[in-house]
């Protein structure tokens, strides 16, 4: 693996052809990308939207194609279709999965919101259109692909438990009861759920998967249960892994996160850094956190974010440079540095999100040059 590989997190903004009303305009941007992207026999897509001759799905296909034509475009090394297909990353996993309810959207942060679902039995799989999408990028796909899940810890942390508490009994106290019921629910999400479809696509030629933990630090005290609920859903699965975590504090990982099978751990450092060149450490405030994983002799790569996926201000490649070279700096090993975004880009609008990315990877083969250079 060459040093500082370029890699998608996941999200994209939908294509200005998924949105609810197909207009004139939504037309104009779907040809202007098809033509800026490369998109092939993009005009057959230009004449069914005109014609008001198509179907959902095949939309949803088109989309997955432009997205994956963006980020190639851009350049990246590892990509993924923007999860174009999908509603949003945990109601998306959760509406395949039986014995929940959804009661309605609870805010995140600013405009931010999820429908949120209670457990009401034990989880069970209704079905599984992740081997669909991952066969479709696949097939279409010019670079290596990524496929990024949802995971255990995090669908628990977000779910009202409606089944586990109650099944507990009364025995022993609250507290106790309800540790027990959190871990008995995180680990059937793990291997009723999320493993069952990790190992599907692998099975089907998948080479990366990527977890999306967001939740693993909101209780400190379940840190751990995140890492063994993480490990036991890899179990003897042959596949490079990714643990994505963004704007969190990282600090509570330790030392449990030491204990993950992961290859990779992609974090956020880019939204809390300078946007000032260079490589001192007053420059680059965002990326002090990397002392921990080196402090600590963490084995994985870590993958921090280089990209500030919540401004439209587009970093100069030399800023991604400075940035790689001192995570590389601070980790003590350049090959243990990957370039990626914050988080996905799915708030962006495309022209900023490809010009991100088009910076990523310049700057990723700039900070190359200056370490290979003799």
Known sequence: MRLFPTQEIGSLMRAPFLRKRIDERAVAETEYWGRVLGVEEYQVLLEKLRRGEFAAEELRDWASLYALRLHEAAGLDVVWDGEQKRIEMYEHAMRQVGGVEFLGKVKVWDAETYNKAAIRSKPRILENSYVSEFLFAKKHARREVKVPLTGPYTLAEWSFDEYYVAKAGR?????????????????????????????????????????????????????????????????????????????????????????????????????????RAGVEHENRRGYQVLKLFRDYSASFAIAPGVIDVHTDFIEPPEL???RLLYSAQLLGDPSKVIACNDCGLRTRRWEVALRKEKNLVEGARMARESVEKP
């Open 171 to 275: 025995q022993g106290s609250l507290i106790q009861r309800r540790r027990e019921a959190k871990r008995e629910m995180v680990f059937d999400l793990a291997l009723e759920i999320v493993r069952p479809v990790v190992h599907s696509l692998v099975e089907k030629g998948a080479n990366r998967i990527q977890i999306d933990e967001p939740a693993a630090t909101t209780k400190p005290d379940e840190v751990q249960l995140f890492v063994e609920a993480f490990n036991e859903l890899v179990r003897g699965i042959s596949a490079r892994f990714t643990i994505h975590i963004c704007y969190s504090d990282y600090s509570l990982l330790f030392p449990h996160i030491l204990e993950a099978k992961s290859h990779e751990l992609s974090i956020e450092c880019a939204n809390r850094d300078t946007v």
């Open 320 to 322: 991604v440079r400075d």
